[in-house]
């Protein structure tokens, strides 16, 4: 029963007791009602719409609208207004009544629980203690990463308040330490070059740092730890030898990291991620009731519901952080991540997904905690498995790279981590179990050839995709869902190698080939279309038109009138744009080379069935594809 001030007022409306849970069962309004008949409840004795109807007036204050709609969920009320001639919608919005985490809850299940964002450098301490806690107690899936083996290089922050760093080299040590994942937004001054390494272990001042830099010293000693690893200053980056290997150990660091701090906000180094505005998306609750038996104070917000701003696959406009392509794998790698962006902070582990003003955590639970964070160590390994690959290859090609050449080296962690669950041999971007498949990749007049080279020909990684907006390498026809498979296949993978061009064997390659057994046909080609960077291709000795299909160049390409093309039926998809299914590829013969020696150029697709318009009683040819 409700005592104490009048209700609509700006005071505290007080509670002796919540109410039984029968009489909520039993209110009319607990699903959807009219705003006018939650106030007669409310006046006939009803506390529980008494609540609702106080928080839409102290929230949303507009109770003369044409008609308004409350549909209650949970703590969160929904309201629609609307015209009732013509059933136009004037407005939406969402109110949460909650209690504020760290104080006394309520049983009332009307209430759900909440945090108001603060001011960040003054608040975040606490936040990040608490989830740091919460993990390490209650979430048995994720590992401590409390003594595991240390980087090779280390930033000694020292105690708090120090202007005092310097760099380590840890010689095989164990203990715990925080990984920084960051934009180089271009050059970084403060780095580790073979000049300065020295210096670097004697001293490195804070206050010379970037400010980026000087938050994650901040927040690694505000968590009492006392290693920091930084890419820019715990590799030589002028040393390519070190950078390699250091490049290549990727996905140890970040994966034993105790934790990931990403300057998700922070577009460079100079901008640093402690300085954030308070309110975060929804602004500060207010006061509105208190409930005496358990000293709980309820509190009311407008709520504008809002995604995971950081997610590991863009759902939207990214944060800077996610426009980077090196960060996908460090995301992925990470055991647990802590996202540091414009409006709010980010919780993301192998257990749960939580944000600072804990919307994000009701909405994530059980197996969506992840939210789509791929289950790595998946057993046993199945090739739907490898859809979770093409999927991170058409997202971390859509994103910005300073250096082409390092679009292998930046995905090489996360190859690491697929073949050690099993997903086998690695080919400068693709998987030997599952070639015939990621073979069949779609470039567009938005592409480009690399140069100086990158990779081989049939690999993806050839091209260079210049429009980000539109990323066409697997972007077709239902080809990333997790039950696409080849239904027919008319080729067969007989050797396939790769050389990697320096230490690590799943970074940069100098060149590679594949053998592939399939029907091949010469072909002459006509009527090349610049705009849409396709032509259309007759098998050779037949009158144009009478058998032809459509080729579709992996890069801005003119045949030359002299050279015949060639195409190799690869095989069925169980899934077509446009039922389209059937697929294979574009090939030109490299004369300067051998005669069984080709290069891919483009691709083709054909409808269920027209394949045997071309290929009956056409044998299998052996080819090479470099």
């Known amino acids: 029963m409700e005592s104490g001030s009048a209700p609509y007022d700006h005071s505290v409306v007080r509670f002796s007791s919540v109410p039984l849970p029968e009489s909520l069962a039993s209110c009319k309004n607990r699903n959807r009602c009219l705003l006018q008949n939650l106030s007669k409840c409310a006046e006939a004795g009803c506390d529980t719409c008494r609540l609702r109807h106080i928080d839409i007036l102290r929230t949303y204050g507009r109770e003369n609208a044409p008609i308004t709609e409350i549909y209650p969920q949970g703590p969160v009320l929904n309201i629609v207004e609307y015209w009732p001639r013509n059933g136009r919608i004037d407005g939406t919005a969402h109110v949460h009544l909650y209690t504020r985490t760290g104080q006394a809850k309520t049983l009332w299940p009307i209430v759900g629980v909440g945090r108001e964002v603060d001011d960040r450098r003054r608040g975040y301490a606490s936040v990040v203690a608490e989830w740091l806690r919460t993990c390490r107690e209650d979430h048995p899936a994720c590992s401590s990463n409390m003594n595991v083996p240390l980087p090779t ?181 990470a055991s647990r991540m802590i996202h540091f962006a414009q409006k709010d902070m980010i919780w993301e582990c192998n257990s749960a997904l939580l944000c600072e003003c804990m919307e994000l955590d009701a909405q994530y639970s059980g197996s969506l905690a992840q939210n789509d964070k791929p289950t790595l160590m998946a057993s046993p390994w199945s090739s739907s498995s490898f859809k979770t690959w093409y999927k991170i290859v058409t997202e971390v090609t859509s994103r910005d790279i300073t250096k082409p050449q390092d679009i292998l080296p930046c995905l090489s962690g996360l190859a690491r981590r697929f073949q050690d669950c099993g997903a086998g041999t690695y ?50 026809g239902g080809f990333l869902d997790e039950n696409t498979k080849l239904n027919k296949t008319f080729a067969r993978i007989l050797e396939a190698k790769c050389t990697a061009k320096g230490k690590d064997p799943l970074g940069a390659v100098s060149d590679g080939y594949i053998k592939i057994a399939a029907p091949l046909l010469e072909m002459a080609h006509s009527k090349y279309r610049g705009h849409t960077n396709t032509c259309d291709l007759t098998p050779l000795g037949l009158e144009t038109g009478s058998r032809k299909l459509t080729a579709s160049f992996d890069s ?71």
């Open 153 to 333: 290089r280390l930033l000694d922050v020292g105690p708090l308040e120090s202007d005092s760093i310097r760099l380590i080299v840890t010689t095989g040590q164990k203990g715990s330490y925080i990984a920084l994942s960051h934009c180089w937004g271009g050059g970084i001054e403060m780095r580790t070059t073979r000049d300065s390494i020295e210096a670097r272990k004697r001293q490195i001042l804070y206050s010379e740092l970037p400010r980026t830099f000087q938050d994650a010293v901040t927040v690694t000693r505000d968590v009492s730890l006392r290693y920091l690893w930084i890419d820019a200053l715990c590799i030589v980056q002028d040393d390519s030898e070190d950078w390699e290997k250091e490049s290549g150990n990727m996905a140890a660091i970040y994966h034993n990291a105790y934790t990931v701090l990403g300057a998700d906000k922070s577009s460079d180094s100079h901008s640093g991620f402690l300085d954030a505005s308070p309110g975060g998306y929804h602004g500060d609750g207010e006061l509105i009731a208190a409930v005496d038996s358990e000293n709980s104070m309820i509190y009311a917000r407008l709520t504008f519901f809002h995604n995971n701003p950081c997610p590991i696959f863009k759902n939207g406009l990214p944060e800077p952080l996610a426009r980077r392509a090196w960060t996908m794998q460090e995301q992925m790698l």
């Open 427 to 476: 080919l400068a971007g693709l998987w030997l179990d599952d070639l015939l498949l990621g073979l069949l990749w779609t470039g567009s007049d938005r592409c480009s050839r690399v140069t100086p080279y990158r990779a081989p020909s049939w690999s993806w990684a050839s091209v260079c995709i210049e429009s980000k907006i539109a990323n066409p390498l697997y972007n077709t």
């Open 556 to 626: 801005q390409f003119i045949p030359n009138p002299d050279e015949n093309l060639f195409c190799l039926f690869v095989g069925e998809l169980s899934c077509g744009a446009e039922s389209r299914p059937f697929r294979g590829l574009v090939l030109l013969k490299r004369c300067d080379i051998s005669g069984i020696t080709f290069e891919r150029i483009g691709s083709f697709n054909l409808a269920r069935g027209e394949e045997q318009h071309f290929i009956q009683g056409v044998e299998h040819s052996v080819v090479v594809i470099i």
